[in-house]
Structure formats: structure tokens, C-alpha cells
């Protein structure tokens, strides 16, 4: 694993920190490309809450990707890294008067509207400056999703979304508000999915949708089909790069979009999931009464995904090449959550070696926390290093 991180650099550096592949993201949005350009009219949206590294989000936008932002500060963070407001979508049920005026100002391409209230309170606002706020319809389309439960967001007990019952009258409603223009229909059902028939199921529902509207003599301009997609967490060096064939080709044999339709996407993991990884440094070796720990000085301050989700990552040491032992990896926080893996197999760790822990680039720095008053993680690229 020493080949593709340059250790003796890292040995220099303060732990923990991020590191960040470029060239593997650059492969990454490539594959992606490669896709997208085989269908007319779609768009992929980066989703900013994923990673907002300035670094990153300016390499995303060079390769043409837009922005999917769920908070003014995701929109400043966009527009710095210089993503065009008719590339952003903004997203997310409780959108401030604030934030809503800042998409306003930056004439972005639509907000994802996702109540009736906040439809109000937007046409108030761009009646107060004299815009005409562009929307899609954000539907809850009560389709599972073969996920964690803390990431569904597409079932009728989520917080997200209109319920399909009202798809209708709220469209209807917001033709009748001056400052109003529906463009689209959005969807999201849950992240880190591999299962396509999930996808597929989606696809069939607005399909449905789609046929319930034109007998209403309704159509809009743009279909956002969320995100979701999954990466491979268990072989990062295997499977550095998600299928994205299968995930765009679900789309296009199952969607039937009507003529002129554009279709959008927002991905975030599948994006940056597996160029990013947390370089710890290793502590101490305890050795317990039934285990071995492996102390690091990385902390669920800096990745929360483990304690939060109990997800799993793939952890190397990198400073070793001594057979394997098995070690439960923590660290320093006083809360039993704080451990990334247990009972993981790592070559022969012991003071000073460094610990990759694997396909962090998603949902890693950007949940970082100063708890125990903390420093927050510093980040690097292969660029720099």
C-alpha cells in the first residue's frame, strides 16, 4: 500500500489530516463524462455536502460538473470555487430567508421545493426583488431504498419531500403565484446504494407520475433523479472507481422521458468517496485482556461515519510491511464510539506508524467537529504532495 501514498512526505506532516488522490478523482469524473455524454440533456450536479474542499470542488467544476447545495454556505462555497448560478440546484427542507435570497441574487438554476410554505415564502422573497424563482417539486415517491435506515430519505415517513397525493394541487397552486416558474420534478431516495433494481423501482414510479400529470395537462421542462449511488468499501484499490454504467444505463433503459425533457443527477459519494483517505498516526499499542487496540490519534471528530452509522472502512498501515495482527483501532475520545474497526487485520502495528483509513473522501472532513475541543483535520492533495 506504500505505493500509492508517499509516506516518508507524510512523516513530515501533522496527524491526522486528509489526503486527497487527484488524479484518481480526475479518473473519476472522466468515467463520468464518458457516460453523461452519450445522452442529450443530462446534467450532473456535484453534491456539496459530500466534500466542500476548496481543492476539489474547483476540479469538479472544471470538468463541467454543476453544484447540488443544501445550504447558503454549500452556495458560497460553490460560487467561490466558481461553479455558474445556472449550474446550481439548492435543495433541503428548511431553507432560511436568508439563504433563499442568496440563491435569488446568484440567479441559480432552481430550488427544490419541498413544501407549500416554503413555495410561499419564496415567491414573497423573489416578489420582493423582482425575480421569477425557478422550481422543481421535490416528491417523496415512498420507494425503499437497500440502505442504512439513517440515509433513506425517499420513504413516506422521511421528512423529505411532498407526498405524491398533492403532486397535483401544489403544482396547480404554484402556477397561480406571480413569481413562480416550475420547471422540474426532484427525487432523491436514499445514498450508498448498489442494488439498480432500487433505481429501477424509482424510475418506474415517476414514470407513473409522469402519466398522472399529462392527465392533467401538466409537463415540466426537467426531471432530477437525486443521487445515491454507492462505492465499494470493503476494496478501494480493487474497485476504486463506482459502476457507473450500470447506475446511467438503469436511467436511460428504464425512464421513459418525454421529448425535450432534461434529465439531472446528484452525485456526491460516487464522486469523492474513494480518492480521499484519513492518515493517522498510531498512538499506542494496548494490549487488553481479550484484545489488542491499536490507539491513534484520530478521532471520531474526524470521521464520524463509523460511530455515527457504524459504517466500515478499510484501514492499511502503510508503515509496515510485518505479517498481520489483529487490533481493534480507536481512538482518543472519551466515548466507547469512538473505534473505526474491530477485530481488523493490519500488518504488525506499533508506535509511529501510519494508518490509512480508506474511502474517506465523502462525508469525512466536510462532518468533521472540534468536540473535546479538538483541531479540526488538515488536508492535502497528491497535487501538492
Request: aromatic letters at 8%; glycine letters at 8%.
Amino acid at each position: 500500500m506504500k505505493g500509492i501514498f508517499p509516506v516518508e512526505r507524510f512523516q513530515q506532516l501533522r496527524t491526522p489530516f486528509y489526503y486527497y488522490d487527484t488524479e484518481l478523482l480526475r479518473q473519476t469524473l472522466d468515467a463520468i463524462n464518458a457516460e453523461i455524454k452519450k445522452h442529450e440533456g443530462w446534467h450532473v450536479h456535484y453534491a456539496v455536502k459530500a466534500n466542500a474542499n476548496p481543492q476539489l470542488l474547483r476540479i469538479i467544476r472544471q470538468a463541467g460538473l454543476g453544484a447540488d447545495c443544501v445550504s447558503g454556505g454549500e452556495i458560497e462555497a460553490s460560487v467561490r470555487a466558481g461553479f455558474p448560478g445556472s449550474k446550481i440546484v439548492f435543495a433541503g427542507v428548511g431553507k432560511s430567508d436568508w439563504e433563499i435570497n442568496l440563491g435569488l441574487d446568484n440567479d441559480i438554476f432552481c430550488f427544490n421545493v419541498e413544501s407549500i410554505p416554503e413555495l410561499e415564502v419564496i415567491n414573497e422573497l423573489a416578489q420582493q426583488k423582482g425575480k421569477t424563482a425557478r422550481v422543481a417539486f421535490r416528491l417523496n415517491p415512498n420507494v425503499g431504498a437497500h440502505t442504512h435506515a439513517n440515509i433513506t430519505t425517499g420513504l413516506a415517513e422521511n421528512k423529505f419531500g411532498i407526498a405524491m397525493r398533492d403532486m397535483v394541487p401544489v403544482i396547480l397552486h404554484a402556477r397561480e403565484l406571480t413569481n413562480i416558474q416550475v420547471v422540474g420534478l426532484h427525487f432523491h431516495i436514499g445514498s450508498q446504494i448498489l442494488d439498480m433494481s432500487d433505481f429501477g423501482a424509482l424510475c418506474n414510479r415517476i414514470n407513473e407520475l409522469q402519466d398522472e400529470l399529462e392527465r392533467h395537462q401538466i409537463s415540466v421542462e426537467h426531471i432530477n433523479v437525486g443521487g445515491g449511488l454507492g462505492i465499494d468499501y470493503e476494496h478501494p484499490n480493487r474497485v476504486p472507481l463506482p459502476d457507473f454504467k450500470a447506475y446511467f444505463d438503469t436511467y436511460a433503459q428504464k425512464l421513459s422521458l418525454r421529448p425535450g425533457q432534461t434529465l439531472h443527477f446528484e452525485l456526491g459519494r460516487a464522486v469523492v468517496a474513494q480518492c480521499g483517505s484519513l492518515i493517522t498516526r498510531t498512538l499506542y499499542i494496548k494490549e487488553g485482556a481479550v484484545k489488542k487496540f491499536a490507539i491513534v490519534d484520530a478521532g471520531f471528530t474526524d470521521l464520524i461515519r463509523p460511530a455515527l452509522y457504524q459504517a466500515y472502512h478499510k484501514i492499511e498501515n502503510i508503515s509496515s510491511d510485518k505479517p498481520t495482527e489483529t487490533y481493534d483501532v480507536v481512538g482518543p475520545i472519551c466515548e466507547s464510539t469512538d473505534v473505526f474497526a474491530k477485530q481488523t487485520d493490519l500488518n504488525g502495528t506499533q508506535r509511529g506508524d501510519l494508518l490509512a483509513i480508506r474511502s474517506a473522501g465523502a462525508y469525512g472532513e466536510i462532518m468533521a467537529s472540534q468536540y473535546n475541543c479538538r483541531r479540526l483535520p488538515s488536508s492535502y492533495t497528491s497535487d501538492e504532495l
